[in-house]
């Protein structure tokens, strides 16, 4: 008897319908509250997902990660939020949702994205983001230590898409 592991099919799709949009990124953000613990925040990602850029990540019919885009300039897109199931982190779910995006915002005819988070080295969890994000390719642009607040001081990230 041989032992094969039986590799998932994980699937992107770009959604439409504004209130899956808003079921998925509940479910989504809810689980992680490390990074989304902040209810008005969280209320606002949910409520802000309608007519927006939207991908999702399904593993059969199970949403586990998506991230949406929003328009900051006529040139400009901002990746402004992401989330992925904890359980499947650094397995190529974020990868995968940012290829997609970004190839439908060049379709788009947008030239730049950026990402904010907050800087490097002050928090561990976002350490690691900070890390994915220059992982794909996003370079340094600026850091507004006030945005957020004194205790989450913005980076900002860009990329020439």
Same mark, same amino acid.
């Given at each position: 008897? +041989?032992? &094969?592991?039986?590799?998932?099919? &994980? @699937?992107?799709?770009? #959604?439409?319908?504004?209130?899956?949009?808003?079921?998925? %990124?509940?479910?989504?953000? @809810?689980? #992680?509250?490390?990074?989304? !613990?902040?209810?008005?925040?969280?209320?606002?990602? &949910?409520?802000?997902?309608?007519?927006?850029?939207?991908?999702?990540? /399904?593993?059969?019919?199970?949403? &586990? !990660?998506?991230? /949406?885009?929003?328009?900051?300039?006529?040139? %400009?897109? @901002?990746?402004?939020?992401? =989330?992925?199931?904890?359980? $499947?982190?650094?397995? !190529?779910?974020?990868?995968? #949702? $940012?290829?997609?995006?970004?190839?439908?915002?060049?379709?788009? =005819?947008? +030239?730049?994205?950026?990402?904010? %988070?907050?800087?490097?080295?002050?928090?561990? @969890?976002?350490?690691? %983001?900070?890390?994915? /994000?220059? +992982?794909? !390719?996003?370079?340094?642009?600026?850091?507004?230590?006030?945005?957020? =607040?004194?205790?989450?001081?913005?980076?900002? /990230?860009?990329?020439?898409?």
């Amino acid at each position: 008897m +041989s032992m &094969i592991k039986k590799r998932r099919m &994980i @699937e992107i799709q770009q #959604l439409q319908d504004d209130s899956e949009k808003q079921n998925v %990124t509940r479910f989504i953000l @809810e689980a #992680l509250p490390q990074w989304f !613990g902040i209810l008005e925040a969280r209320e606002e990602y &949910i409520t802000e997902s309608v007519n927006k850029m939207f991908f999702c990540a /399904y593993d059969q019919d199970r949403p &586990i !990660g998506f991230l /949406y885009l929003k328009e900051t300039g006529k040139d %400009t897109i @901002e990746l402004f939020v992401m =989330g992925v199931l904890q359980e $499947f982190h650094r397995k !190529g779910i974020g990868r995968a #949702l $940012f290829y997609r995006a970004k190839r439908a915002a060049r379709e788009k =005819g947008y +030239s730049f994205i950026q990402v904010k %988070t907050v800087k490097m080295g002050i928090y561990e @969890e976002y350490d690691r %983001t900070n890390q994915f /994000y220059q +992982s794909l !390719g996003f370079k340094e642009f600026q850091v507004f230590p006030m945005l957020w =607040g004194e205790s989450n001081p913005c980076q900002i /990230y860009v990329m020439t898409l």
